[in-house]
């Protein structure tokens, strides 16, 4: 990790949504601030010419398993493959063990990424006590503990009068809510979606339905209440049409897309392989459309991973009972580069938005930018590299993908925290 | 070497056959009555045409039918799991009661004697004959097994790595007797 | 012939290609001659080791494949999933491991989830039969169930061929329906609709709720069981109700052609999913379906031990 604290970094197509800017110029940075190249005395000069510099990356949607399933991952190698991944900063989800249904918790996770973690961890807390969808988890309390939003990720409060007070409440202490949408009855003991490939192969499904309808009564709640709920890696385009119809009446509901959802349907999992299974699942190539549909007219404003890991162990075994998840931090720029870039879906800006801007407005944060005054993150990405994934080489613990082995053009080769560079070298 | 040297020509098998049906009526007493019926029982793949000749020879020759069966020994080779590619099973019809009767198993060639022995073990479990008896259009004179063919047509020693193939008119379109280069690890009973 | 088999193991009908299928079905010919002689046993398997894992347990496909194993004088190992270590808390691919170091050359096993089978052939190099995963498939079923048809009818090609009942929850009516439309049949799925669904129509099944439409026109009718379970569940109303609608009774009978054949997978529920007199007539060969299922299962072994 170098930490020259003056330099500029030159030739490259600066891309920053957040101030319009879309071309080549130089970048400065000095003591971990974003500052004007010319006000910097004897900089070191980084060539990036053909490279693409924008703000750092933001993943709202993180599994970093720390307390209680640190074999899978930890706060330290989860972000070092954050780093690797292009992000700058993550939201760690609050499905640890125990779960960041305490100030106590949150406290731990912040004091582990002080002493280890690569990038910014922002903290998120439950929604309910030990998420278990029955009363409201001590929310003002949590705030204090400095969390940025928060979510039951991996579950959902089914009980729509508990779920309406704790909207109201998180309004009052200005916290965000991210939902995982899911009717349990309507889920059952699917691993699947529940279309023409569950059928043919004699799995359980779980239908559209069972997102959709919390999609509604999320909606519902974002409107009477007047607050910002966050509809998590939105699968379906039932879904989409919902939340974009929602915005044009200036709903305050945002969505998040995965990269998975983004390339990916249910009809890998034929072979039952195990790196296909997670949930919400891969759905129809018509919902892939309309996920992409999405994020190309607006309606979808984050790119989140999900990133999930699992052991080998837990993940290598019966379609049936394999966990739910797929790691992903360090392949989301390239397969969002290879399918939404290069295709001319999005154009770099549009799609660079969805990780700066989109999670900065979410959060409320001072992020994804880089204006004269920011914190000096960066990520630097190569649009037109042609590489091969190979997992085994991952910075994660876990290895559980459905990309290794693909091809893909365009990846990140530096991410800069603060102004030090915590993955690639400075040298071009 | 040329890869396929013609042995015996169709004269000479047809000329065979007819010693090895003589050999048999000799030693059945086979008339048209009939009193003492034997079972020639072909041995697939090419035994089974043999088989047929044999009979017709012999029907020819006494006015006797004699029973007729085809019998595949793939389920009792002692090779499994050791050959290139899986034996493929053909039809066994064995349509006589083999108990107590004089059956002569038919095969074309007869090398190692291996193909024999699984003969033997298929065909007891068929029944219990009173004889058997082995008649082989061409013997390799292998001797890897304790095992003579009571009529042998023609004698022929060959090298280990050298193949014998039988072809008859029926089955292949012209008959005769051919010397290859054998494939090792390749399938005998092609 | 000129195709010869080279998989390790057996996992679905959907894998295999119209002359493989015809492949087993001729070797299982030969084998169902053995089973009728007096001697009843070749030595193809000796010396190799089975071991039939039932993980999901059943009781006819177990003493199915137990003496097809013996009739190929294989030496026999019988595991349930109750009495095994998965109960305490062993995984799976465990169990497997330590069933190939004991040196078993085949595993036929039966497992609820869908995809077992895949999962473990790809981890061991034992040879795996599927004996029924989940509701995904049932292979030799569908192979017996095609090598009866065949041998009543000559070949498949354009034959048409109605399944009966709770499709949804079926591994028989999936191996069936991809071994028929390899084959070059015509294949309708009947029932209740909540129990027949329609994206099946997307590989080409005609797909319908009501029985006679399904029964007319029929060469081969296979009645499916319909489980209990499922009434408790919401399904359908009744068993009454099914066997109203969708039962094979002296009422349905008269839409069915005088030649087709009448077939169910077993155990069967008299009067449920068809009649009494029906079950035991003559256009049943729901008997001849158990021995035919004998000789299928000894080539199938016969097969996969050959390629080991």
């Given at each position: 990790?170098?930490?020259?604290?003056?330099?500029?970094?030159?030739?490259?197509?600066?891309?920053?949504?957040?101030?319009?800017?879309?071309?080549?110029?130089?970048?400065?940075?000095?003591?971990?601030?974003?500052?004007?190249?010319?006000?910097?005395?004897?900089?070191?000069?980084?060539?990036?010419?053909?490279?693409?510099?924008?703000?750092?990356?933001?993943?709202?949607?993180?599994?970093?398993?720390?307390?209680?399933?640190?074999?899978?991952?930890?706060?330290?190698?989860?972000?070092?493959?954050?780093?690797?991944?292009?992000?700058?900063?993550?939201?760690?989800?609050?499905?640890?063990?125990?779960?960041?249904?305490?100030?106590?918790?949150?406290?731990?996770?912040?004091?582990?990424?002080?002493?280890?973690?690569?990038?910014?961890?922002?903290?998120?807390?439950?929604?309910?006590?030990?998420?278990?969808?029955?009363?409201?988890?001590?929310?003002?309390?949590?705030?204090?503990?400095?969390?940025?939003?928060?979510?039951?990720?991996?579950?959902?409060?089914?009980?729509?009068?508990?779920?309406?007070?704790?909207?109201?409440?998180?309004?009052?202490?200005?916290?965000?809510?991210?939902?995982?949408?899911?009717?349990?009855?309507?889920?059952?003991?699917?691993?699947?979606?529940?279309?023409?490939?569950?059928?043919?192969?004699?799995?359980?499904?779980?239908?559209?339905?069972?997102?959709?309808?919390?999609?509604?009564?999320n909606i519902i709640l974002a409107n009477t209440i007047d607050w910002k709920i966050h509809i998590q890696h939105i699968s379906t385009r039932e879904s989409v049409d919902m939340i974009r119809r929602a915005r044009a009446r200036g709903i305050q509901v945002t969505a998040e897309a995965t990269p998975h959802h983004i390339s990916l349907t249910?009809?890998?999992?034929?072979?039952?392989?195990?790196?296909?299974?997670?949930?919400?699942?891969?759905?129809?190539?018509?919902?892939?459309?309309?996920?992409?549909?999405?994020?190309?007219?607006?309606?979808?404003?984050?790119?989140?991973?999900?990133?999930?890991?699992?052991?080998?162990?837990?993940?290598?075994?019966?379609?049936?009972?394999?966990?739910?998840?797929?790691?992903?931090?360090?392949?989301?720029?390239?397969?969002?580069?290879?399918?939404?870039?290069?295709?001319?879906?999005?154009?770099?800006?549009?799609?660079?938005?969805?990780?700066?801007?989109?999670?900065?407005?979410?959060?409320?944060?001072?992020?994804?930018?880089?204006?004269?005054?920011?914190?000096?993150?960066?990520?630097?990405?190569?649009?037109?590299?042609?590489?091969?994934?190979?997992?085994?080489?991952?910075?994660?613990?876990?290895?559980?993908?459905?990309?290794?082995?693909?091809?893909?053009?365009?990846?990140?080769?530096?991410?800069?925290?603060?102004?030090?560079?915590?993955?690639?070298?400075?040298?071009? | 070497?040329?890869?396929?040297?013609?042995?015996?020509?169709?004269?000479?098998?047809?000329?065979?056959?007819?010693?090895?049906?003589?050999?048999?009526?000799?030693?059945?007493?086979?008339?048209?009555?009939?009193?003492?019926?034997?079972?020639?029982?072909?041995?697939?793949?090419?035994?089974?045409?043999?088989?047929?000749?044999?009979?017709?020879?012999?029907?020819?020759?006494?006015?006797?039918?004699?029973?007729?069966?085809?019998?595949?020994?793939?389920?009792?080779?002692?090779?499994?799991?050791?050959?290139?590619?899986?034996?493929?099973?053909?039809?066994?019809?064995?349509?006589?009661?083999?108990?107590?009767?004089?059956?002569?198993?038919?095969?074309?060639?007869?090398?190692?004697?291996?193909?024999?022995?699984?003969?033997?073990?298929?065909?007891?479990?068929?029944?219990?004959?009173?004889?058997?008896?082995?008649?082989?259009?061409?013997?390799?004179?292998?001797?890897?097994?304790?095992?003579?063919?009571?009529?042998?047509?023609?004698?022929?020693?060959?090298?280990?790595?050298?193949?014998?193939?039988?072809?008859?008119?029926?089955?292949?379109?012209?008959?005769?007797?051919?010397?290859?280069?054998?494939?090792?690890?390749?399938?005998?009973?092609? | 012939?000129?195709?010869?088999?080279?998989?390790?193991?057996?996992?679905?009908?959907?894998?295999?290609?119209?002359?493989?299928?015809?492949?087993?079905?001729?070797?299982?010919?030969?084998?169902?001659?053995?089973?009728?002689?007096?001697?009843?046993?070749?030595?193809?398997?000796?010396?190799?080791?089975?071991?039939?894992?039932?993980?999901?347990?059943?009781?006819?496909?177990?003493?199915?494949?137990?003496?097809?194993?013996?009739?190929?004088?294989?030496?026999?190992?019988?595991?349930?999933?109750?009495?095994?270590?998965?109960?305490?808390?062993?995984?799976?691919?465990?169990?497997?491991?330590?069933?190939?170091?004991?040196?078993?050359?085949?595993?036929?096993?039966?497992?609820?989830?869908?995809?077992?089978?895949?999962?473990?052939?790809?981890?061991?190099?034992?040879?795996?039969?599927?004996?029924?995963?989940?509701?995904?498939?049932?292979?030799?079923?569908?192979?017996?169930?095609?090598?009866?048809?065949?041998?009543?009818?000559?070949?498949?090609?354009?034959?048409?061929?109605?399944?009966?009942?709770?499709?949804?929850?079926?591994?028989?009516?999936?191996?069936?329906?991809?071994?028929?439309?390899?084959?070059?049949?015509?294949?309708?799925?009947?029932?209740?609709?909540?129990?027949?669904?329609?994206?099946?129509?997307?590989?080409?099944?005609?797909?319908?709720?009501?029985?006679?439409?399904?029964?007319?026109?029929?060469?081969?009718?296979?009645?499916?069981?319909?489980?209990?379970?499922?009434?408790?569940?919401?399904?359908?109303?009744?068993?009454?109700?099914?066997?109203?609608?969708f039962g094979l009774n002296n009422d349905s009978l008269k839409w069915l052609k005088p030649h087709a054949l009448v077939m169910h997978p077993g155990p069967i529920n008299r009067d449920v999913e068809l009649s009494s007199d029906i079950a035991d007539g003559e256009r049943s060969v729901i008997l001849e379906q158990v021995s035919n299922g004998?000789?299928?299962?000894?080539?199938?072994?016969?097969?996969?031990?050959?390629?080991?």
């Amino acid at each position: 990790m170098n930490t020259k604290s003056h330099y500029i970094l030159s030739g490259a197509r600066v891309v920053d949504p957040s101030q319009g800017i879309d071309r080549i110029m130089d970048i400065g940075v000095a003591n971990g601030i974003i500052v004007d190249p010319a006000e910097i005395t004897n900089p070191e000069i980084i060539d990036l010419a053909g490279k693409v510099v924008a703000p750092g990356f933001i993943d709202v949607h993180v599994h970093l398993r720390q307390p209680g399933n640190t074999g899978a991952e930890t706060i330290a190698t989860g972000t070092r493959a954050a780093a690797a991944g292009g992000f700058t900063g993550v939201v760690a989800m609050p499905n640890t063990h125990p779960c960041c249904d305490s100030a106590g918790t949150i406290e731990l996770i912040k004091r582990d990424s002080q002493r280890h973690a690569r990038v910014r961890v922002y903290t998120c807390g439950c929604l309910s006590k030990n998420m278990e969808g029955k009363e409201m988890a001590p929310i003002g309390s949590l705030k204090n503990a400095g969390v940025v939003a928060l979510s039951d990720d991996g579950r959902c409060i089914q009980d729509h009068n508990l779920m309406r007070h704790v909207v109201a409440y998180a309004k009052s202490f200005g916290l965000p809510i991210m939902d995982h949408c899911e009717d349990e009855s309507l889920k059952g003991d699917g691993v699947m979606h529940e279309g023409k490939w569950s059928v043919l192969l004699g799995m359980q499904g779980i239908p559209g339905a069972a997102e959709e309808i919390i999609v509604q009564r999320n909606i519902i709640l974002a409107n009477t209440i007047d607050w910002k709920i966050h509809i998590q890696h939105i699968s379906t385009r039932e879904s989409v049409d919902m939340i974009r119809r929602a915005r044009a009446r200036g709903i305050q509901v945002t969505a998040e897309a995965t990269p998975h959802h983004i390339s990916l349907t249910d009809e890998c999992i034929k072979r039952f392989d195990t790196n296909y299974k997670m949930n919400p699942p891969l759905r129809t190539e018509d919902d892939r459309q309309g996920v992409i549909e999405g994020l190309r007219d607006g309606t979808i404003t984050i790119i989140a991973t999900d990133h999930a890991p699992h052991t080998y162990t837990q993940k290598e075994t019966e379609f049936d009972i394999a966990p739910f998840g797929i790691i992903g931090l360090e392949t989301a720029i390239p397969v969002c580069l290879t399918e939404l870039y290069h295709t001319g879906i999005l154009t770099l800006s549009e799609l660079v938005a969805k990780f700066t801007t989109g999670p900065a407005e979410l959060l409320g944060l001072e992020v994804g930018t880089l204006k004269n005054g920011a914190h000096a993150d960066i990520t630097i990405i190569d649009p037109d590299l042609e590489f091969v994934y190979d997992v085994s080489q991952s910075y994660s613990k876990s290895r559980n993908t459905p990309f290794n082995g693909m091809k893909f053009k365009g990846r990140a080769i530096g991410t800069v925290v603060n102004g030090n560079f915590v993955f690639g070298e400075k040298k071009a | 070497m040329p890869q396929k040297k013609l042995i015996f020509n169709k004269a000479q098998m047809d000329e065979a056959i007819d010693r090895i049906a003589d050999e048999i009526i000799a030693e059945f007493k086979v008339t048209s009555t009939n009193s003492n019926p034997i079972a020639l029982l072909g041995i697939q793949r090419q035994g089974v045409p043999f088989a047929q000749r044999l009979s017709a020879a012999i029907k020819r020759k006494t006015g006797s039918s004699p029973l007729e069966g085809i019998l595949d020994i793939s389920m009792y080779r002692d090779d499994f799991g050791l050959r290139k590619t899986l034996p493929v099973i053909y039809e066994t019809i064995i349509p006589f009661d083999v108990d107590d009767c004089n059956v002569i198993i038919a095969d074309d060639v007869l090398a190692s004697g291996r193909t024999i022995r699984a003969a033997l073990d298929a065909l007891t479990d068929y029944g219990r004959p009173r004889i058997i008896r082995l008649a082989t259009l061409l013997d390799r004179v292998c001797n890897e097994y304790p095992i003579r063919a009571d009529y042998a047509g023609l004698h022929y020693k060959a090298a280990h790595n050298r193949k014998i193939v039988v072809e008859f008119e029926e089955s292949n379109g012209t008959d005769g007797i051919f010397e290859k280069h054998w494939d090792k690890g390749g399938d005998y009973k092609e | 012939m000129n195709i010869t088999w080279t998989r390790k193991d057996l996992l679905e009908i959907y894998d295999l290609t119209a002359a493989e299928i015809e492949l087993i079905l001729d070797t299982a010919e030969e084998f169902k001659k053995v089973c009728q002689r007096n001697v009843k046993k070749v030595p193809a398997l000796r010396g190799k080791t089975v071991v039939n894992f039932f993980v999901e347990p059943s009781t006819r496909t177990r003493i199915s494949f137990e003496l097809a194993e013996q009739r190929l004088s294989a030496d026999i190992i019988n595991m349930a999933g109750s009495s095994s270590s998965l109960t305490k808390g062993e995984t799976l691919l465990d169990t497997i491991k330590n069933i190939e170091a004991l040196q078993a050359d085949i595993i036929v096993m039966r497992h609820s989830a869908p995809g077992a089978h895949e999962f473990i052939a790809r981890h061991t190099k034992c040879g795996v039969v599927n004996a029924g995963d989940g509701a995904h498939g049932h292979p030799t079923q569908g192979l017996l169930d095609i090598f009866t048809i065949r041998e009543k009818f000559g070949s498949l090609k354009g034959l048409n061929v109605s399944i009966i009942g709770d499709i949804l929850h079926s591994r028989v009516a999936r191996s069936n329906m991809w071994g028929l439309l390899k084959l070059g049949a015509n294949v309708t799925f009947a029932g209740p609709a909540t129990l027949c669904p329609r994206e099946f129509e997307e590989v080409g099944v005609r797909v319908c709720h009501n029985l006679r439409e399904a029964l007319v026109g029929a060469d081969v009718v296979n009645l499916l069981r319909i489980q209990h379970e499922r009434q408790h569940c919401g399904f359908f109303p009744s068993t009454t109700e099914y066997n109203q609608f969708f039962g094979l009774n002296n009422d349905s009978l008269k839409w069915l052609k005088p030649h087709a054949l009448v077939m169910h997978p077993g155990p069967i529920n008299r009067d449920v999913e068809l009649s009494s007199d029906i079950a035991d007539g003559e256009r049943s060969v729901i008997l001849e379906q158990v021995s035919n299922g004998m000789a299928v299962r000894m080539a199938v072994l016969f097969l996969t031990a050959g390629v080991l």
